[in-house]
Every structure is written in structure tokens, then in C-alpha cells.
């Protein structure tokens, strides 16, 4: 029954390391069955570490495998039980390609989670290869691996936060590895207390090791880096100083509007009247044009664009200034140019943005530390947007756990 040359072969499309495999059976309905077995004759106890050979037991189970095309596949796998040697007690194997106490190999769950990224869990599941229960035991499986991992490598902090439910003032903290982009960690909250307990947790050989953590403009993260990252230098996102000077933007966008509205209630000559409507046309539907960066407008908002600057002189002058903001973080890669350049923008815009105004001045070592060490541009932005959009998909985010597991994986798919 046995072909040596089909089981060579077999062993080679199974692709698993040490396993080989002993014998196949297809059942209709049901699949590919493959029996298959270690090729170590040994194994490490886990209590002491010695070597042994000595087999105590058999155990054998089932496992589910990636299926090969449209049939499912499964592997009856041996997790034999050793008796140790020195410590007199039997222990069981340890297997690479799967989990102990799971049904299914581990390349199944990485794929399986893949999957699950792109799709919501029933879709996935009503495939018929893996289970509801088996998918969220998979996630959470997932993220406890992730929650343990300390980040040994990090050298530069980002802080940032998302709303969890836009509007409701909830927020959660994220923290970013700013050299390689990826998020660490998501905590339920974005309070000191709650991100102080995660930090302290990496020991202080990362916490010494790290030399920037980038945040938005908030003296609890300052505190906490100061206390925790005695190395680090404290650097503004210019991300969020960007959001800042936008929402002042805005604000005076819709004051404008507000104030045409009621010129218009309140005209009594006709003439007047269709000049203030002439103007409120003008600011209309023009929020995208005055708030994207100028580079990547449509045609369409460029022209709004003109048209809004047209009818407000003091819209035209904050666009302006917001622009130049930008474009000094854009194009100034040292320090001495730098803090020259974002004087001269305070001291024109005091009057328009006062706000910013205020928190740049008393931000502004840490604004202008920027300059030093400009790499971050974009990826506190790309992560939150990107954030943003895994929330916007929607699978159920009212759970920040499952936001978390998800966001996490995102990053980590290669665990
Ligand atoms: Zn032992």
C-alpha cells in the first residue's frame, strides 16, 4: 500500500522541518489525512534541559494543516512523551509547527489571521477549514504573543493616541517603533498611569536605551518621558503641531461662514445682500481645499481654493501661513535654519493663529528638535491613518481588544 517514493514525496510538499511522512489516506468528504512523525529521536526536557532518548509514550491526535487546493488536510501527528533521566519524570515533545493542546498546525494560523485581516471571522470560517472558536482562539493566541514581546531594539518613541469612537472622547494610546514603523503596543487608555505601567515593564535597559521619543503636544507624556527615558530627547510631532494649526484654520473657516450667514439675515439693501451671498458661496464646501496640503489637491478643490482666498482675505492669509509652516518641516534639515525660519513664521503668525502661536512658543524646544533629527516625518501621520482605516472597516471596534489584536497583527503578521 505504502509507496516509499509517494512518501518522499509527500514529506517534501508537507514542507514541515524534522517531520516526515508515514503513511496518507483520502477520505471523501472529509480530506487528505496524512500520518506523519518526528525524524528526531529525542528531546530536551523542559524542566532541566538534559537530552532524552528514552520514549515513555505515545500520543497521537489530529491536527488540521493548510489544505492543499480545495481539500482540507490533516496530519495525525505523534507528541510523544519522554521520560527524563535525571529528573525521573515523563514530559512530552515539544513540536514547532504546532502549538501544544491546538487542532491545527501553526502556519495554519498565520494564515488563517492573515485572512482574517483582510475579512471578518464568519467569512473566513464559513470556508469550512477552520472554526469560529478555533479563529478566535487563533487571534487570541496571537496577542498574548505579542503582548509579551519587549521591544529590545527601540531606539526612537512615537506616542500617539486614536479616538476608539470618534466622537466620545475615549481614547487610546498607541506606541510606534519610529525606525521601523511599527506599531508596539495599544493601551486602553491614554492616560500616564496606563502607559507608564507598559513602558516600565520593558526594564530599564530598553527604557536607558532609548535616545527620542516623539508625542504630541501633552506635559503628561513629557513628564513620563522625562521620568522613565532619562536618555531621551523629547521631540513634537510635527504631525500633531500640523493638526493643531489646521483646527485653527477650520475654526476660523466656519466663523467666517457664521458671520456671512448673519450678514445675510441681517441686510436690508438688496445689493448688499447678493455681495455677502457671493461670499458665502465662496467659503462653501471649501474645508478640503483650505485643510489638504496644497500639493495634492484636485483640480476641482484648487479651484475652490482660489475661489475661497478670493472672498476671504483672512482665510487667504492663514492658508498661506499653513503652507509655509509645512514647507519649513519639509525642507529644513538643520537645526540653525530651522529655528530661524519658524521665528519668522511666529512673528506673522501671532495674528492668525494664536493658539498654535501659544503652543509652539512653549513647545518650542521641543518643536524645533525636530530639526535635529527629521527622519519621523510621515510615519506617526501613516500609522494613524492607517489606524484610522482598520477602525473605519468596522468588525466590531466597540471591543478595544479586538481593535488591539487586529491593529497589532497588522504590524506583526511575521511573529
Ligand atoms: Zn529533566
Redesign the pocket.
Known amino acids: 500500500m505504502v509507496n516509499k517514493k509517494d512518501i518522499k514525496i509527500l514529506t517534501e510538499i508537507l514542507d514541515l522541518e524534522d517531520v516526515k511522512v508515514i503513511s496518507h489516506r483520502l477520505h471523501s468528504g472529509i480530506g487528505i489525512i496524512l500520518q506523519t512523525e518526528s525524524k528526531k529521536s529525542q528531546s530536551i526536557?523542559p524542566?532541566?534541559?538534559?537530552i532524552?532518548h528514552k520514549l515513555h509514550q505515545n500520543h497521537r491526535h489530529i491536527v488540521k494543516d493548510l489544505p492543499f487546493g480545495e481539500k482540507p488536510v490533516f496530519l495525525e501527528i505523534n507528541r510523544r512523551q519522554f521520560k527524563?533521566e535525571?529528573?525521573k519524570?515523563p514530559?512530552s515533545e515539544e513540536l514547532d509547527f504546532v502549538r501544544k493542546k491546538r487542532t491545527y498546525t501553526k502556519r495554519l494560523a498565520y494564515k488563517t489571521i492573515q485572512e482574517v485581516l483582510e475579512n471578518d471571522i464568519h467569512t473566513i470560517a464559513s470556508k469550512g477549514i477552520v472554526t469560529t472558536e478555533e479563529i478566535e482562539r487563533m487571534l487570541k493566541d496571537a496577542s498574548e504573543e505579542l503582548s509579551d514581546s519587549r521591544p529590545l531594539n527601540l531606539k526612537r518613541l512615537g506616542i500617539d493616541e486614536i479616538a476608539l469612537v470618534k466622537g466620545k472622547g475615549h481614547y487610546c494610546a498607541v506606541l510606534i517603533d519610529l525606525d521601523t514603523s511599527k506599531v508596539i503596543a495599544m493601551l486602553s487608555d491614554r492616560t500616564k498611569a496606563v502607559i507608564a505601567e507598559v513602558i516600565t515593564g520593558w526594564g530599564v535597559e530598553v527604557l536607558d536605551r532609548i535616545e527620542e521619543v516623539s508625542i504630541d503636544l501633552w506635559q503628561g507624556y513629557k513628564n513620563l518621558v522625562v521620568e522613565l527615558m532619562p536618555n531621551a530627547q523629547v521631540v513634537a510631532d510635527r504631525f500633531h503641531v500640523m493638526t493643531q494649526i489646521n483646527k485653527e484654520l477650520d475654526t476660523q473657516r466656519k466663523r467666517e461662514k457664521r458671520n456671512v450667514e448673519e450678514l445675510i439675515k441681517k441686510a436690508k439693501l438688496v445689493a448688499d445682500k447678493t455681495e455677502y451671498e457671493q461670499i458665502l458661496e465662496g467659503l462653501k464646501s471649501s474645508k478640503y481645499s483650505l485643510l489638504k496640503n496644497e500639493d495634492n489637491l484636485s483640480e476641482e478643490q484648487l479651484n475652490k481654493l482660489i475661489e475661497v482666498k478670493s472672498v476671504s482675505p483672512i482665510l487667504k492669509v492663514m492658508h498661506e501661513l499653513k503652507e509655509k509652516f509645512r514647507k519649513i518641516f519639509n525642507k529644513t534639515n538643520d537645526w540653525y535654519t530651522g529655528v530661524f525660519k519658524l521665528g519668522m513664521w511666529l512673528s506673522r503668525a501671532k495674528k492668525y493663529f494664536p493658539k498654535s502661536n501659544n503652543t509652539i512658543i512653549r513647545w518650542f524646544d521641543e518643536v524645533i528638535a525636530y530639526f535635529d533629527n527629521g527622519t519621523n516625518s510621515g510615519t506617526v501621520e501613516g500609522i494613524n491613518n492607517k489606524l484610522k482605516l482598520i477602525k473605519r472597516s468596522g468588525y466590531g471596534f466597540r471591543n478595544f481588544e479586538n481593535f488591539r489584536v487586529r491593529c497589532l497583527l497588522n504590524w506583526h503578521i511575521n511573529y
Request: with cysteine.
Open positions: 526536557c524542566n532541566c534541559g538534559e532524552s527524563c535525571k529528573c519524570k514530559f
